[in-house]
Every structure is written in C-alpha cells, then in structure tokens.
C-alpha cells in the first residue's frame, strides 16, 4: 500500500478506506482477514447444498442447510461460529442466510461482504469529520477511474503524479507538501493568507480563491470531453466553452449545445458546474456528509433556475440539462441520463451500448481525476512571511520614516532648517563671505555632516 500510495507511512484509517470496494469510495483492496469468513461460509454452504442431495452423507450437513439446526460436527461448529461472528458485525445477517435461496459460492459470498461492508463503513466513518465523510460519499459514486488498464486509450490514462494525488485523496492522505505554503507562516492558507483555512490534505486549494484554476483546469476540460462524447456518438456539438445564446436579447450562454437529439429541430443546451463537497457550504452547512450526491443535485438545481426558462422562452423544442460534476467523480442525475441519451443516439443495436457507455463514464472520471490533480499541483506564488509577534501594527510615523532614511537621530527630533541670506535666497553661500558659514556650523546641529565631508560651493554669476 506505500509503494502505491507513494508515500511511507500510511495509517490505519487509510487503510480501511482502501480495503472499501470502489464502489464504496474505496480502492477494493481489503486485507485477507476481511475475505477469509465470507468465503469459508459460502463455499461450506455451497458444498453442502451438493452433499445433501446423498442420503448416507446429508446428516454430515443437516445444520449448514438448515441453519436452525444445531451443529453437530467440527465443520458445522465452524461455520455457524463464522455465522456469528457476521451476525455480531451486522446484526440480522444469520436471519438472512437462513430465508436466501440456495446459490453458489461465488454469489453467495458477493451477498455477505455486501452485508458487512455496510456495517464497516458505517463503524470507520463514526466520529469523522464532515470533509472526509463528504469526500467519501462523492469518491463512491465513481468506480470507474481504477478501472482502466493503462496504456490502452489515451483518454484513459494518467500519469504518475496524477495518480499519487488521486491516491491520497481517496485514502485522505496528507499531501507532499506542508500546509504552510512555500515560505510563510504555519498553517496559512495560499488562496485567502489566513491561518484558519488551510489544511494538510489540499481541500482548500480547490476552493479558497480558486476559480480561476477551477475553470481551466476542471471545467473547461469537462466541456470539451462531453463534446468529444457527443460527436463520438453521431451528434453535433458547439465548438468552445460558450455556446451562442438561446435569447440573443438576454445574452445568457451556456456551455454546449448538442443538436440531433431532440425532435423538430430543438437544440439541447448543456451547461457544466463543478461542485467541491469539502468546502464549508457544502461539507458543514450543506448536505453533502449525509446525502449521496447532495452537492451534485444543489448546483444542478442553481443551473436550471438560472437558464431553463430563458431557453424555453425562445423555442418551446429547445431543453435544458445541467451536467453536474463532484470532485470526487460522481456525476449528477441529469448528467447521467444525458450520457444514457447520447449512448443511445450513437447506435441501435443494444449490444454495444453496455461497452460505449462504460468507456464514456471512464473518460469522464479520468477528466475528472486530472483536473482535480493539476489544480492541488498547480504552481503557487509565494506567501508573505507573518509579521511578529512584537511589530507595530499601525502606520509608520514621519519620525520613523526619517530614521529609516539616516537623516535623522533614532530619538525622533528632526533638526529645523537653517534660514536663508539676505543676499541669496537658497541656501548657497559665496565662498567669499566666511562669517556666515562660520555661524551656522556653529549653530546648527548639522554642522558634523558638513565639516565631516566638505562640498565643493557652486560658483555664482552676476550680471553686470
């Protein structure tokens, strides 16, 4: 798990999440303890279902296929002590066995780690935070980006950086870099240089000052990968992010515009909105913690109040969709029936549908992935250091300023400006009259910087 997490240390908190199936926002890489029950119990009670079709052999078995029964053999002693052990992991899971069809091991075994990774989940995630529960709600609704054999689509593939990021995110690992940025404070955030915001593992990077990066590195890349999906599949698709408006009077644009789908010539308007479940609108007063696809649904629902009724106001045939994206992956509802829609606009046979929609989804959550990635990786400018602790907070004074310039003694007093002759009214004497000179050396306070280091007087002309 280090090497694939690329990292040294990875505690025992990541590890449960790895060992979640990625369905569940996981990796599916459970540890084999997790697997050893599961099995024993389904492959006993598939071999037994096969013994007690035998007469002199079924009473060997009588209590694994009768689960009420009591065991009376080792073999049966084992396998109803496993029972319970699930049954003390999630309670009701012997009840359930027992009124299940006969199946075999194989499927037998996929119905009870369903049982107890429900309950594992449930056990990990009490007593965390509500970015991490959030996250992990929105990493479970894309199982398609670890999917992927590398090396067979370019559009599939990541590459190693890319990936460790992902990695980390999904496992909640703490990022390479420290939280007090490059040459600042400890715990400033670089978006907002405030101690409160920044953390270890990256989230505020993806929305504290960041819609600028969001939107080239995130959202922009989703439009043009929906568009490539939209011509893959026989239709046409706007080039660009902006759309020419439905209303040229209103000059609202969308993202995409999708033609060949709907009947009597109607346009399909697509705008794309990216939703971050970690943040605080989301993650604490939101109900992205709680609710699969909360963010997703919330930012689809601000899309639609904003474009749907000016659309259908300049053709009745036109339609809207608002394709919402998690940070995690999961896509919205409109989303996925616009991926459904397209899946089938691209051919009638629906053999190959299964296949085009599988790889539209991979495309999607590698983009996803990606963009996520580029913007916690993305170059920073460097943070200005905190001022200490003793520092003056106001303004400087004209006293200090003075200082500063080494015309004027530390203790604050300026020295006052020596008047000016009769005879000339600068302050350049004629190097003919002496007296003059002599008194103000002598009376000003500036006379060590004069006599310290004489300058040359400039020569004056009179007209005659």
């Not at 209303?247 to 909105?273: A, K």
């Not at 994206?325 to 989303?335: F, M």
């Amino acid at each position: 798990m280090t090497k694939v997490a690329d990292t040294r240390t990875v505690g025992n908190f990541s590890r449960a999440i790895a060992a979640l199936p990625s369905c569940e926002g996981g990796l599916g890489v459970p540890p084999i303890a997790y697997l050893a029950d599961p099995c024993y119990v389904a492959g006993k009670l598939a071999a037994a279902r096969s013994v007690d079709k035998c007469d002199l052999l079924s009473i060997a078995v009588a209590s694994m296929v009768d689960l009420t029964a009591d065991p009376i053999y080792a073999t049966e002693s084992a396998v109803h002590s496993a029972i319970d052990r699930f049954d003390a992991v999630k309670p009701g899971t012997r009840s359930k066995l027992t009124n299940s069809k006969s199946s075999g091991a194989a499927r037998r075994q996929s119905s009870i780690m369903q049982e107890l990774i429900g309950a594992y989940k449930h056990d990990l995630l009490a007593g965390r935070d509500n970015r991490t529960r959030a996250l992990l709600r929105s990493n479970a609704g894309n199982p398609h980006l670890f999917a992927s054999a590398h090396g067979r689509n370019p559009t599939l593939d990541i590459n190693n950086i890319d990936f460790c990021t992902t990695i980390h995110r999904r496992l909640r690992l703490p990022l390479s870099e420290p939280s007090n940025g490059q040459s600042g404070g400890r715990g400033l955030c670089d978006g907002c240089n405030k101690s409160n915001c920044a953390d270890e593992y990256g989230d505020s990077q993806l929305w504290c000052n960041a819609k600028k990066y969001v939107t080239e590195l995130w959202h922009d890349p989703m439009v043009y990968k929906i568009a490539e999906l939209a011509r893959m599949n026989g239709l046409q698709a706007s080039n660009g992010v902006h759309a020419p408006p439905a209303n040229p009077l209103s000059g609202v644009q969308t993202d995409l515009t999708i033609r060949g789908i709907l009947p009597n010539g109607g346009t399909l308007y697509i705008d794309v909105t990216t939703a971050t479940v970690t943040c605080k609108s989301q993650a604490e007063n939101g109900n992205a913690a709680v609710v699969d696809g909360a963010a997703a649904a919330s930012a689809a629902a601000a899309k639609i109040r904003k474009h749907r009724d000016l659309i259908l106001a300049a053709n009745p045939d036109n339609r809207f969709a608002a394709f919402a994206v998690e940070e995690g992956g999961r896509i919205g509802s409109d989303a996925q029936a616009l991926v459904d829609v397209m899946v089938r606009a691209g051919s009638t046979d629906p053999t190959t549908w299964l296949a085009t929609k599988t790889f539209c989804m991979r495309a999607l959550a590698t983009t996803t992935a990606k963009g996520i990635a580029r913007i916690i990786n993305r170059p920073r400018l460097r943070m200005p250091r905190r001022r200490p602790a003793g520092a003056p907070t106001r303004p400087p004074t004209a006293a200090l300023l003075a200082h500063l310039a080494h015309i004027a003694p530390p203790d604050g007093t300026i020295p006052p400006v020596p008047p000016a002759t009769a005879g000339v009214p600068f302050s350049l004497l004629p190097p003919s009259s002496p007296s003059p000179s002599s008194s103000l050396s002598s009376s000003s306070p500036l006379s060590p910087m004069l006599t310290s280091r004489p300058r040359p007087q400039p020569r004056l002309w009179h007209r005659r």
